[in-house]
């Protein structure tokens, strides 16, 4: 039987591709933090009689991450699932700078580890694929003063720069980047970022998500992005000036300037 590891696999995309591949006949380690989450997400997919085995680690710490990649050395999946990852609904000047390293850790850390620890040994046995959960946002900064964008953004560079070396080319390997646009998971709730404004027509289903990453991936693409609509999305955050995508983004900033430490608002410079 085929083989798969999924990072944040109780909930969202995570979940969605830990049901996608138990029906098709993947056996299954998911990775999540909390050990009943995982037991009963484990209970409810082992009814499609497949293989499931769970590991408890919080992928934002250094504990966690070692815990998953000696896993991983031990047995090297024929499919990793790198969709761990959070966001932070306070704006970066006035965030927590604990939470910022948080996230760089979970969002950029473990897709450098994880993907470190597998991809040599599928070169040498000539088979295997990674996909790295990134996002449409990976093409520009759709939220401002947020770094969510930014560690996508890496993501998508990472996966790219080591899908298109020759090495990986020559070896059967398949490394993608998935670009999912708003997606109806926990992630936005958890961030406590106001969504109410995001239309109806731009909420995409964790299903349809993966259902396309895998076709996708199946078709040998580098980059998935599901739907015509996140295609031109990115086409548009891609070519066009930064000035008018900036129009149309997500401001988490307070709307009036912060505060100095003696009080006063900083200056403006409306050159800038």
């Not at 085929?2 to 380690?29: K, M």
């Not at 000696?70 to 024929?78: C, F, M, R, T």
């Not at 046995?125 to 790295?132: E, F, K, L, Q, T």
């Not at 003063?145 to 080591?162: D, I, M, R």
Request: glycine share 8%.
């Amino acid at each position: 039987m085929p083989t798969a590891v999924i990072t944040g696999a109780t909930s969202g995309l995570g979940l969605a591709f830990a049901t996608h591949l138990a029906r098709t006949g993947h056996d299954l380690t998911l990775i999540a933090r909390t050990e009943e989450d995982l037991e009963e997400t484990a209970a409810r997919l082992r009814r499609s009689d497949r293989r499931v085995t769970t590991l408890a680690a919080d992928l934002a710490t250094d504990a966690g991450s070692r815990r998953l990649t000696d896993s991983l050395a031990e047995n090297v999946p024929d499919l990793l699932v790198n969709n761990a990852g959070i966001a932070l609904s306070a704006p970066f000047p006035i965030g927590d700078l604990g939470a910022e390293e948080t996230l760089l850790r979970l969002n950029i850390g473990c897709v450098l580890r994880t993907t470190r620890t597998v991809l040599p040994v599928m070169m040498r046995r000539g088979s295997g694929a990674i996909v790295n959960v990134a996002s449409v946002a990976a093409y520009g900064p759709t939220w401002l003063g947020s770094t969510y964008p930014a560690s996508k953004s890496w993501v998508l560079a990472f996966t790219e720069s080591v899908a298109r070396s020759a090495p990986v080319r020559s070896s059967g390997v398949r490394v993608m980047a998935l670009l999912p646009g708003y997606v109806r998971t926990a992630l936005h709730q958890r961030a406590g970022l106001e969504i109410d404004h995001v239309p109806r027509w731009m909420w995409l289903s964790s299903e349809r998500v993966v259902a396309a990453a895998l076709h996708d991936l199946a078709g040998g693409r580098l980059i998935s992005i599901p739907s015509r609509r996140y295609r031109a999305c990115a086409w548009g955050l891609r070519h066009l000036p930064r000035t008018l995508t900036t129009a149309f983004s997500l401001d988490l900033a307070p709307e009036r300037p912060l505060s100095r430490p003696g009080g006063t608002a900083p200056s403006v410079d409306a050159g800038t």
